[in-house]
């Protein structure tokens, strides 16, 4: 497969041509192990994930829950590197055919610098990036070095807020933009109620980007249940448990599971 990052747009679009909603999944780099991430991507491949989010590990992951958390410190205390973490980034997008995007924190990028940051998520095969702590106000010059490097920088709308800011967000979104199911962090389960459809809307009047929904989706049927709503559905932690219960026969089957809900 090529490294040369796609048109998220381009191919989101596509992709849909043949399936009412797309999947994205969620590995974090280094836990349990590099060679279990190895499988777990390879997994992913085998039932045609559309998207994949890489994690970069930090030590105070604010937006993820317990299971992410002590994934994030597991993968840190065994000694893991962004050099390592560009190199799993590397060999899998040469690998899979799916967009591969970076999810990290802040911290790791401003001591990388940004130019550095950029330039080494393209020279990797990254499509994007995912920087749930950094407001868009504070992105300075990583609007253009992304734009220069074709990386698309994923916003993040939240229930709370504002149809302005909701709007703002909109405006300086680029490939799709991230619904976040609920208040609070990762992991926990969320209700498809109301308000979330009600949320969803209000989202869809600030954009004309696909609509990603993440936190908290744990079933092939809440995959079912957001077709019409998003088109893209992120599912994480869930995995994750199944890999620490079930080993890696459980995880399959739950990718698989997921992959006949779009």
Known sequence: MSSKPVNLGDYIAQRRTSRQLLLMTHVIVGYPSLEANWRMLEIMADADVDLVELQM??????????????????????????????ELMKRSTSTFSFPHLWMGYYNTVYKMGHERFCSALTENGATGYILPDLPFEDYGDLF??????????????????????LRALGENASGFVYAVARKGVTGKKTALAEDLFGFMERCRRAT??????????????????LHGVAEIAIVGSVLLDAWETGGESAYRDLVNELSEHR
């Not at 004309?208 to 929904?213: D, N, S, V, Y």
């Open 57 to 86: 590990p930090f030590s105070e992951p604010v937006a993820d829950g317990p299971t992410f958390v002590r994934a994030n410190q597991n993968a840190l205390q065994k000694g893991l590197k962004v050099a390592q973490y560009l």
């Open 144 to 165: 253009e070095l992304s734009r220069r490097n074709s990386l698309s920088p994923i916003m993040l709308m939240t229930p709370t807020n504002t149809d302005e800011r």
């Open 208 to 225: 004309e980007l696909p609509l990603a929904l993440g936190f908290g989706l744990r079933t092939g049927q809440d995959l079912s249940n």
